[in-house]
T-cell receptor
Framework: GQQVMQIPQYQHVQEGEDFTTYCNSS?????IQWYKQRPGGHPVFLIQ?????EVKKQKRLTFQFGEAKKNSSLHITATQTTDVGTYFC???????????FGTGTQLKVEL | DAGVTQSPTHLIKTRGQQVTLRCSPK?????VSWYQQALGQGPQFIFQ???????QRGNFPDRFSGHQFPNYSSELNVNALLLGDSALYLC??????????????FGDGTRLSIL
């Protein structure tokens, strides 16, 4: 079956430091979505990437889709305590809107 | 504009019992997907309903079944509960499956504990 791995599993940073999580797929992807889940909360959609090499920005967040469409990254510049949570990539698995979620990267931010 | 609502928020059951979880999709959405999220893991796809039919299914046994009603709301039923069924059950809604890849809007989930 399709494998979607994220690294690192955990990241502990000081507020103001940068953070990056990487998502790697065993197969070529048509698109990739990113979600954020706050502690005790539910996944919230952040962005979808479709094109090879695509880069999208949302304020301090930068999302990139690899040229081969088998990997993606999420970079946060100057982390804040509001960035705390687990970041998941999610990839299509079959038709419709079935998603396979990555293993997630849990981010903790210290003051 | 109401988002995805799920009920109940918490539930405690014992092994062998049956449970029904409910979900109302975001206004304007017609597709409902169910996910199981064990502690510390990512959501695992259970199945998806569109036009009152199960369209896709993940790697879950037949003990897991569902239904979608004409108003697009949905139920997830789990029979013969096992300790391993303890998890957060998330409902996600989106627009119809012929519209390409759509963002999933998740509810707050139902926390199911099996004793």
């Amino acid at each position: 079956g399709q494998q979607v791995m994220q690294i690192p599993q955990y990241q502990h940073v000081q507020e103001g430091e940068d953070f990056t999580t990487y998502c790697n797929s065993s197969t070529t992807l048509s698109n990739i979505q990113w979600y954020k889940q706050r502690p005790g909360g539910h996944p919230v959609f952040l962005i979808q990437l479709v094109k090879s090499g695509e880069v999208k920005k949302q304020k301090r967040l930068t999302f990139q889709f690899g040229e081969a469409k088998k990997n993606s990254s999420l970079h946060i510049t100057a982390t804040q305590t509001t960035d705390v949570g687990t970041y998941f990539c999610a990839v299509p698995a079959g038709g419709g809107n079935k998603l396979t979620f990555g293993t997630g990267t849990q981010l903790k931010v210290e003051l | 504009d109401a988002g995805v609502t799920q009920s109940p928020t918490h539930l405690i059951k014992t092994r062998g019992q049956q449970v029904t979880l409910r979900c109302s999709p975001k206004s304007g959405h017609d597709t409902v997907s169910w996910y199981q999220q064990a502690l510390g893991q990512g959501p695992q796809f259970i199945f998806q309903y569109y036009e009152e039919e199960e369209r896709q299914r993940g790697n879950f046994p037949d003990r897991f079944s569902g239904h979608q009603f004409p108003n697009y709301s949905s139920e997830l039923n789990v029979n013969a509960l096992l300790l391993g069924d303890s998890a957060l059950y998330l409902c996600a809604s989106s627009l119809g499956d012929r519209r390409g890849w759509q963002p999933q809007h998740f509810g707050d989930g139902t926390r199911l504990s099996i004793l």
